[in-house]
T-cell receptor, first 115, second 112 residues
Framework: ETGVTQTPRHLVMGMTNKKSLKCEQH?????MYWYKQSAKKPLELMFV???????ENNSVPSRFSPECPNSSHLFLHLHTLQPEDSALYLC??????????????FGPGTRLTVT | GESVGLHLPTLSVQEGDNSIINCAYS??????FIWYKQESGKGPQFIID?????DKRQGQRVTVLLNKTVKHLSLQIAATQPGDSAVYFC???????????FGTGTRLKVLA
């Protein structure tokens, strides 16, 4: 599936590094999401952008900074991360119409390891 | 891409049998529900959805049942195949929000 792509697929970074995760959707959708999937918890919603405007910030620490320059691209900028931030970071997109939610399409994820 | 290390409930079924995966949801304001399948190394894949104005919806080999009275969702897979082996998640969406709340998932193992 190439509807939602994510790069890099794997990332190892030190706690003092700055890195960015990239997501691109080729589905013409109007909403994009960042999720965190860690070993001991269900999938956690982090951020939501609708029509390039952030509409949800789910109490995420400021060391995670999202950016949505247009409806097809979504970034997650990382700085001063902690080892407990190691997880799979998933991007998703959906086409929301008339205030109703529709199915989300996920990318393959970026496996992040913080050392 | 699966929740490695998470202690997931596991359902083991014989190839060709029917599978039923259950999910309890938490928010009575939720009016849209989705089932996802996640294979190792991949992101979650949409299977089927249902809105709260329906009790049942059928797809190809899959059926979702919704019981709003007890806040329960189930996924039925007919004639389970080895390719159905994966982790299955339910997700709920409270009305008027962008929030999708995911369950912990169930691992389905298909025995040959």
């Amino acid at each position: 599936e190439t509807g939602v792509t994510q790069t890099p697929r794997h990332l190892v970074m030190g706690m003092t590094n700055k890195k960015s995760l990239k997501c691109e959707q080729h589905l013409g959708h109007n909403a994009m999401y960042w999720y965190k999937q860690s070993a001991k918890k269900p999938l956690e919603l982090m951020f939501v952008y609708s029509l390039e405007e952030r509409v949800e910030n789910n109490s995420v620490p400021s060391r995670f900074s999202p950016e949505c320059p247009n409806s097809s691209h979504l970034f997650l900028h990382l700085h001063t991360l902690q080892p407990e931030d190691s997880a799979l970071y998933l991007c998703a997109s959906s086409q929301d119409r008339e205030g109703a939610a529709y199915e989300q399409y996920f990318g393959p994820g970026t496996r992040l390891t913080v050392t | 891409g699966e929740s490695v290390g998470l202690h997931l409930p596991t359902l083991s079924v014989q190839e060709g049998d029917n599978s039923i995966i259950n999910c309890a949801y938490s928010n009575s304001a939720s009016d849209y529900f989705i089932w996802y399948k996640q294979e190792s190394g991949k992101g979650p894949q949409f299977i089927i959805d249902i809105r709260s104005n329906m009790d049942k919806r059928q797809g190809q080999r899959v059926t979702v049942l919704l019981n709003k009275t007890v806040k329960h969702l189930s996924l039925q897979i007919a004639a389970t195949q080895p390719g159905d082996s994966a982790v299955y998640f339910c997700a709920e969406n409270p009305s008027g929000t962008y929030k999708y709340i995911f369950g912990t998932g169930t691992r389905l193992k298909v025995l040959a």
